[in-house]
């Protein structure tokens, strides 16, 4: 029995086939390559691993190349982690979420059904909520209007997998993940300021007004809770809220941290609005009650993934 994950050469993807190699899995992924590289898969060299450059917006390469491999044998479950994950660039162009994030979800599902593949775990965000202010973002809390196109496609893909349950599919886990920090990093905060820093590390411009504050989970306790809910959720459709147990932190932190270990000398430069960019939350409250209530915790809190993500983020762009 093998694994199929799509997105596997990205940031998530790749800490996932990390895990699932070590338990002994035998792992295809699929990937075209637009945010992971090759470089994130070096490491993999266990005759277990195998990896298929694809564009997963074409139905007819990702329905034939899945058939190559289920006919190599049985495909136990496939995890769809592919998407635009660069907000901003899908508010330029909405084309960018339409084709890498929901016609991804579209077509990999379709392939499964021509091929008998029952078992799906889908990566969503906590992006498809929109802005609710205080409200409290439960799993059953609606209804959703998305603000950016990338949580809207995402939303999209939910539906779409809820229909497809009802016809075909055997079981499907949606796993709404929080703001997820970590190596090998392709976008997010972290890398803006590092990459910024490295640029110019005399000055950082930090988008927003600094008081922007979300909880920010790193990408080995996400790994871990997804596991864990895999081992332990039954039923045939089940979503959850992956994040911290606690408030976060703001972007002002996250700007001093990288400056404190990235260029001690940088002067932070501040704007006016408190959202970095269209599309952007700058506070809410992820509910992980239903998460905490199968036996998981995370073990660090906002503040300590962000110490220890800030650190490898700023190795991986050799500031440190």
Not at 139 to 144: A, N, Q
Request: with cysteine; net charge neutral; proline share 4%.
């Amino acid at each position: 029995m093998s694994i199929v994950v799509s997105g596997g050469a990205g940031f998530i993807g790749t800490n996932l086939v990390r895990a699932l190699l070590a338990e002994g899995k035998s792992v295809h992924v699929l990937d075209n390559l637009c945010r992971g590289s090759l470089k994130n898969l070096a490491e993999f060299t266990s005759p277990q691993f195998h990896f298929h450059e694809v564009e997963l917006s074409d139905q007819g390469a990702v329905t034939t190349l899945l058939g190559q491999i289920v006919a190599e044998g049985p495909v136990e479950e496939l995890w769809h982690l592919a998407a635009n994950s660069d907000i901003p660039a899908g508010i330029v162009d909405p084309g960018v979420d339409l084709k890498d994030t929901f016609l991804t979800t579209y077509c990999l599902v379709n392939a499964m059904r021509a091929h008998g593949i029952k078992r799906l775990f889908f990566a969503s965000t906590s992006a498809i909520y929109g802005d609710l202010g205080e409200t409290v973002l439960t799993e059953d809390v609606g209804p959703l209007f998305p603000i950016s196109n990338y949580g809207a496609m995402k939303l999209a893909s939910e539906a779409f997998l809820s229909a497809a349950a009802e016809s075909h599919l055997e079981q499907v886990f949606l796993f709404r993940f929080p703001n997820v920090i970590g190596v090998p990093a392709t976008h997010g905060v972290l890398l803006d300021f590092a990459r910024k820093l490295k640029k110019d590390p005399s000055r950082l411009e930090v988008l927003g007004n600094g008081t922007q504050q979300k909880g920010y989970l790193h990408v080995s306790d996400l790994i871990d809770a997804m596991l864990h809910l895999k081992r332990t959720v039954t039923g045939k459709f089940s979503v959850h809220n992956i994040g911290a147990v606690d408030t976060g932190v703001t972007v002002r932190h996250i700007a001093e941290g990288m400056v404190r270990v990235a260029a001690p000398q940088a002067k932070l430069e501040f704007g006016t609005s408190n959202r970095g960019w269209v599309g952007d939350v700058p506070k809410f409250q992820y509910s992980v009650k239903k998460l905490l209530a199968t036996g998981w915790r995370p073990v660090m809190n906002s503040f300590q993934a962000m110490e220890r993500a800030t650190r490898e983020v700023a190795a991986q762009e050799g500031l440190v």
